[in-house]
């Protein structure tokens, strides 16, 4: 019987290498979430998200807001977040 090795990474301090951010901006598109978050919209609805990854439209035109459908890829460069 071979031993167990532990196979985590080292714990590394907020923000440095090797960490995955809990949010990201995309150039020209929306803002991804990782984990679990509460999203506000403008009227005060709040939407929870449910994938390990969310995708919050920036551009302002989905049709599913507060969630990117990818409209945002039909608009000029100049209009995109
Ligand atoms: S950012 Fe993707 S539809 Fe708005």
């Given at each position: 019987?071979?031993?167990?090795?532990?196979?985590q990474?080292?714990?590394?301090?907020?923000?440095?290498?090797?960490?995955?951010?809990?949010?990201?901006?995309c150039?020209?598109?929306?803002?991804?979430l990782?984990g679990?978050?509460?999203?506000?919209?403008?009227?005060?609805?709040?939407?929870?998200?449910?994938?390990?990854?969310?995708?919050?439209?920036?551009?302002?035109?989905?049709?599913?807001?507060?969630?990117?459908?990818?409209?945002h890829?039909?608009?000029?460069?100049?209009?995109?977040?």
């Amino acid at each position: 019987m071979s031993a167990l090795r532990d196979t985590q990474p080292e714990e590394l301090p907020p923000g440095t290498a090797g960490e995955q951010p809990a949010v990201v901006l995309c150039p020209g598109g929306p803002m991804l979430l990782r984990g679990h978050h509460v999203i506000e919209d403008e009227d005060g609805t709040r939407h929870e998200t449910v994938r390990p990854v969310s995708a919050v439209c920036r551009c302002g035109k989905s049709a599913s807001k507060p969630w990117c459908d990818g409209t945002h890829k039909l608009l000029p460069r100049k209009l995109r977040p």
